[in-house]
């Protein structure tokens, strides 16, 4: 089974959109569990779509990385696979791949994607996100999707849980810790993941400062050294 880790916070129409790409996978032996670091609407809009595979709880801490770990601790799935609740997987074939992939060989499964802007319910444009990374380029940019990243669950056993201290760079620190453990990075072919930004993700510029020092708090954890503050959008070029 595939534990998909859904983290939702007052975005019921998103996060159904998620859940219902992750139900037109043909890959059928997965249990989404959907953590609601909110009102309680993430929960109802789960519920609505009466399917026994998803899961709805309330966030056992405070913040989305903690509304992850509370998704690890009611996954039961031999998988973990991420997918945030305002974006959603284009390929109804992707959960095939990442169980085929992970059957083969234990490492970080990850796959390329499109950057979709969008506003007041419409997409204006998509901008390919589709990069080979690598243990060395990870020191550098986080040119991974995490929702399109896939692992054993095992790796948690060994590595711990996600970080909260690593606030928005919970991903990038998680990504440095799997193959700091010596896992490989595994690349899926195509793109299947697209990443929603909207309004309620592009507010970065009212959080330089906040976002400065959680970048800082990555590098000295990982001795990184410098880091260039950057977004997904700027990595892609399209800033």
Same mark, same amino acid.
């Given at each position: 089974?595939?534990? $998909?880790?859904?983290?939702?916070?007052?975005?019921?129409?998103?996060?159904?959109?998620?859940?219902?790409?992750?139900?037109?996978?043909?890959?059928?032996?997965?249990?989404?569990?959907?953590?609601?670091?909110? &009102?309680? %609407?993430?929960?109802?809009?789960?519920? %609505?779509?009466?399917?026994?595979?998803?899961?709805?709880? !309330?966030?056992?801490?405070?913040?989305?990385?903690?509304? !992850?770990?509370?998704?690890?601790?009611?996954? %039961?799935?031999?998988?973990?696979?991420?997918? &945030?609740?305002?974006?959603?997987?284009?390929?109804?074939?992707?959960?095939?791949? $990442? $169980?085929?992939?992970?059957?083969?060989?234990?490492?970080?499964?990850? !796959?390329?994607?499109?950057?979709? *802007?969008?506003?007041?319910?419409?997409?204006?444009?998509?901008?390919?996100?589709?990069?080979?990374?690598?243990?060395? %380029? *990870?020191?550098? &940019?986080?040119?991974?999707?995490?929702? #399109?990243?896939?692992?054993?669950?095992?790796?948690?056993?060994?590595? #711990?849980?996600?970080?909260?201290?690593?606030?928005?760079?919970?991903?990038?620190?998680?990504?440095?810790?799997?193959?700091?453990?010596?896992?490989?990075?595994?690349?899926?072919?195509?793109?299947?993941?697209?990443?929603? *930004?909207?309004?309620?993700?592009?507010?970065?510029?009212?959080?330089?400062?906040? /976002?400065?020092?959680?970048?800082?708090?990555?590098?000295?954890?990982?001795?990184?050294?410098?880091?260039?503050?950057?977004?997904? /959008?700027?990595?892609?070029?399209?800033?």
């Amino acid at each position: 089974m595939v534990s $998909v880790l859904i983290p939702t916070h007052n975005r019921p129409q998103l996060l159904l959109r998620a859940l219902r790409s992750l139900q037109l996978q043909l890959y059928p032996d997965w249990q989404a569990v959907v953590v609601d670091d909110g &009102d309680g %609407s993430g929960i109802l809009a789960a519920h %609505s779509l009466h399917d026994p595979r998803i899961l709805a709880v !309330r966030n056992e801490g405070q913040g989305q990385v903690e509304a !992850r770990n509370t998704a690890l601790a009611h996954a %039961s799935g031999q998988i973990i696979a991420l997918l &945030d609740d305002d974006d959603w997987w284009l390929d109804p074939t992707h959960l095939h791949r $990442v $169980v085929r992939a992970l059957k083969a060989q234990a490492g970080l499964v990850y !796959r390329g994607g499109y950057l979709v *802007l969008e506003r007041d319910g419409l997409e204006l444009e998509r901008i390919p996100f589709d990069f080979k990374a690598s243990a060395q %380029s *990870l020191k550098s &940019d986080n040119h991974l999707l995490a929702s #399109g990243t896939a692992y054993p669950r095992f790796l948690h056993d060994q590595l #711990g849980c996600f970080d909260p201290e690593m606030a928005d760079y919970w991903d990038w620190d998680w990504y440095l810790r799997v193959v700091g453990a010596g896992y490989p990075l595994i690349q899926l072919p195509g793109r299947g993941v697209a990443v929603s *930004l909207h309004g309620g993700n592009m507010s970065y510029a009212a959080r330089l400062e906040e /976002r400065q020092k959680n970048l800082e708090k990555l590098s000295s954890k990982h001795n990184l050294g410098p880091l260039k503050l950057k977004d997904h /959008r700027v990595i892609a070029g399209a800033a």
